[in-house]
């Protein structure tokens, strides 16, 4: 009779159960064990901001399935409460140590599994260690923070980082109450996800919600009150009140472990595996956050610390360990959060990201509508594109606002598996009828504006790039384009700012002066874009519009009625 | 000076004003005439259903752009109520005549549009021309079966066609407060577009909403009063009472112009086109409803009469009679509709029309989420993905429930676009929040079935062939794996019924025969399959699960409570 393989999973949240559950439907003989130093497996750790805000009621919910259901139906041994403290490749043994009852023991492997997940990152700063400050990684933090919160006796939630969990939690602090403040280093929020104009898109929303965000300021320290509690919290710039903080900064592997062992650590931090999620040592596989992994449009090591990752590690490297052969193509980084009421979604490589990695890139920024404009309670989003410029082909996107944005993420994170290019997206048959989009979805007006512009018929700045020329006085025509009781609502005050009406653009021709450089906006683009053809054809030499044109405007806009000026 | 290009277009409804106002963007010196029939441009006819249903208020909401649009801001003239009657291809000349004064006159060309859309498919039966026997392709057509129908005076609406209007239509009557039934000559509804099991899950749905459904049988002809007006519908096994019959059996390609210009025509009846849209006479162009279409899967020609195609032709179009160079590189068959709440998509082939073009296939069909089931209000989908056996190419897929299914149509259409595989598609970096979906998206588990079948670990009936099996008294175990709860709620009734919950299967192996054939469901497959893993790893020979199980099961389910038997 064949010797049952040994099988050992260290870690069991996510890519831990998934490897063992794998393996056992691949493998109903093998000897599979895992440990985990927390009370229980599969904990649906992305929920825990929506625990704490109560949307989702109980802690029970979290967990997926509980330890007897990988005992009964999986036959895995489940060894909770448990750290595996050190591994010893020559034996092919880990050491434990049961935390209950501080016994040490040994295990044998034939196949090892690391699965040990992230670490929130803790800067060293004074103050670090008082009470009420947290993170948020495991069940209980999240039960801890629910317990500070729920009592509703405290007042001020300082978020030290803008990222995801900031913002997640931002939207649940909010909910229970709190005032809540974000402090980020760098200029806007997301800024691992998103461009300026996309995150500003999102800032306002936020600030709409009663968040206050204290930006391209680095968190120095805390104070604590008499009782060693939590009360200000420092930055390079501002001191803020505090009855709660929370450490959002990001996570890091937790590879000490397969350090210690020797394992081969990538330059991200990550355990090194190769596609098929093998480490250094060939009888040890590594999955989840703890690893490294293949970002697919640039072939760059990143970090991916994200569920939806690691569950998929866990099916490929269940496989493997069984004696079957996948391999994992690698991430594109693709996230989506919540925020409010909106849908923040993003994939492959934002502007900034692609232009530091070598791309040259061209870019767009197309407000739209989530459906058909005509069928009722359509939403707004926008999506911003990145291609690159002599290939068109698509290295990211962003997708943000009220409306569905969650599809076209996902579009888009399909698109860039393939190496699609703007003109492959443009003519994608994506499902069409008046409730789900229009005829064409924003994301193919966002590829053939990109399109446009790489054939010269389309020319713009960006949003950024004109604020920067009204601010300095430059001497332009801004040219708004829209109706004049769109004008009357709200409009971009400027000295360089004229309205003159799409409809009326050709018959007024005359009164442009020919020389002049003029920057077109409307609400969308898609009248301004029109309006530079139009004036392109008549012979203007200068002549651009602003992408996204007022939808996408992220400065100050003027609501105060007055009526329109004539041209 | 070059001389003005002068460009006609045939066709104002979408594909038409698409191509002038492309043309145009592309060349501000050509002379550019849109030829409409009818008294708008740019009317969305995909609209028409909300129209009648009043979910859109007002005509002029379906009207996305007024004449004057075309004429003050694109330069473009606009013949409406003018008929194209003939095109003389060697004088470059087309003849029209003005609808209003009956006057007939000719235009010159350089380059042709035909965009001349599609007709309504009437088949020439037995009581035809009565009275309140209506077709839907038109604004004209809505306002009449509007006018009928808001006085709430009639009470029975007979839709002939469970296509895609004649379903978007059922939900409009029946919000509209008439007794809806309808006849569809193909044994399941939207024959064309899913397959039986995905439709008997639709079909359960309409039920539900008091929709009357008489499938497999064609209809033979009308009967009317004596002031003519239609009060039966006669199908080939009943006859149904109707103040109102609406034709919804399809739409045929309007390429009668076409054909008496010698223009060739496929034998789809669409125009045929080459990859520029470009006729048989290379300074004509067709696109829209009226031509026909490349297949991406099958490379065969098709019809896909959508707005969204006609706009993507539109644009191919405009930038190619304007001296530009673009492909339209096919479609897909991608198409979505609102069914009541339940959202109805599918792109590619379904099984029966892969396996009638010749492939052999492997197919998944998953019931799941579309979110995290942990986050609250989450609502079933059910995901039906079909493959190519040898290769695991995805061939098509269908997705339908009240939950979010717009969004994995979209993600499929964009894998097919790229022939991707199941494995492909089990590892693709979908965007994950709990709000959006969980770790796993159903379409990641449907790629994981598709591997597991072809891996030879998952072994799998369809509800048909179980329930041929139940019907035909076949000697098999059709073993339970749920809790006894969920029995006691609701179950499938049978002599071959047993109840064996998975978490009691190890321990109760020896109650199973070694040598009986045994098929295996749950809620929805999940627990089947693992049981499958469970009785194969222990020797059991002849073991399968039923794909999609309950969730899936489109036949009688029995909700008497009862205790479950012992096992």
Known sequence: ???????VVIGGTACGPKAAARARRCDQQAQITIIEQEENLSVATCGLPYYVSGVIDSRQQLIQRDCDFFRDVLNIDVLTLTRAVAIDRKAHRVEVLNLGTNRAS???????VLATGSLPAV??????DLNGIFTLSKIGEAQAIRDSVSPRKIKKAVIIGAGLIGLEMAEAFASQGLEVSVVEALDWVLPALLDFESAAYVEKHLRQNGVKLFLGQSLTGFEGDKDGRVSR???EKTELEADLALLAIGVKPNAGLAEDAGLEIGATGG?????????????IYAGGDCVENVHMVTGQKILAPLGSTANKHGRVIGTNITGGDETFPGVLGTSIAKVFDYNVGRVGLSQWQAEKAGYEVTSSLVPGYEHATYYPKGKEIMVKLVAEKATKRLLGGQVVGPGETAKRVDVLATALTFSATADDLANTDLAYAPPYNSALDPLHNAANVIRNKRSGYARALTPMEVEHKLKSGDDFIFLDVRSPGEWEAFRIEAPQSRLLPLRELRRKLDKLPRDAEIVIFCHSSVRAYQAQRILDGAGFKNIKFMDGSIAAWPYEISTERKAPPPF
């Open 123 to 128: 800067p060293d700063l004074r103050g670090k």
């Open 1 to 7: 009779m064949e010797k049952k393989k040994k099988i």
């Open 106 to 112: 040994t295990i044998e492997y034939d196949r090892l």
């Open 233 to 235: 919290v420092i930055t």
């Open 271 to 283: 355990v090194a595996v190769n596609a098929h999620l093998q480490t250094s040592d060939p009888d």
